[in-house]
């Protein structure tokens, strides 16, 4: 996530979202940064079912609710990184990476090996 996520508002999305869902077992309810670096903080949530199947379904239903909720209430606390990494790399009015910027260098020549690897992958 962006440094912006309310973390806060977010744990308490996470408790409604499991409240009333027969999936969980009501002993886990745990939203926890567990990394920050660079231009992101990592966020973690922890729920509990009462066995793998449901654990599995419950995680990707919190997953999906979570993410939905940052889509409309936060959207700034999306990561941004790509989006700007992609407007900056790519000229004004060539959203496709023609003309003289190579979007590929962009990834593979940052090394002499890169260098090599665009050749190879680019045909030159």
Same mark, same amino acid.
């Given at each position: 996530?962006?440094?912006? %996520? ?7 999305? #996470?408790?409604? @979202?499991?409240?009333?869902?027969? =999936? *969980? &077992?009501? $002993? ?8 920050? %670096? ?7 949530? #922890?729920?509990? @079912?009462?066995?793998?199947?449901? =654990? *599995? &379904?419950? $995680? ?17 606390? #999306? ?46």
């Amino acid at each position: 996530m962006d440094w912006t %996520v309310p973390v806060e508002d977010m744990r308490q999305e #996470l408790r409604r @979202a499991l409240e009333g869902v027969d =999936l *969980w &077992d009501g $002993r886990v309810c745990v939203l926890q940064v567990t990394d920050a %670096v660079n231009s992101f903080v990592r966020v973690r949530a #922890l729920v509990s @079912a009462p066995d793998a199947p449901r =654990l *599995w &379904d419950l $995680r990707c239903l919190v997953r999906e609710h979570l993410v939905d909720w940052l889509r409309r209430r936060e959207p700034g606390a #999306l990561p941004q990184v790509r989006v700007n990494a992609l407007a900056a790399a790519v000229p004004s009015g060539d959203v496709r990476g023609r003309g003289d910027h190579d979007p590929d260098a962009r990834v593979f020549g940052e090394s002499v090996d890169g260098e090599e690897r665009v050749k190879a992958f680019g045909g030159n």
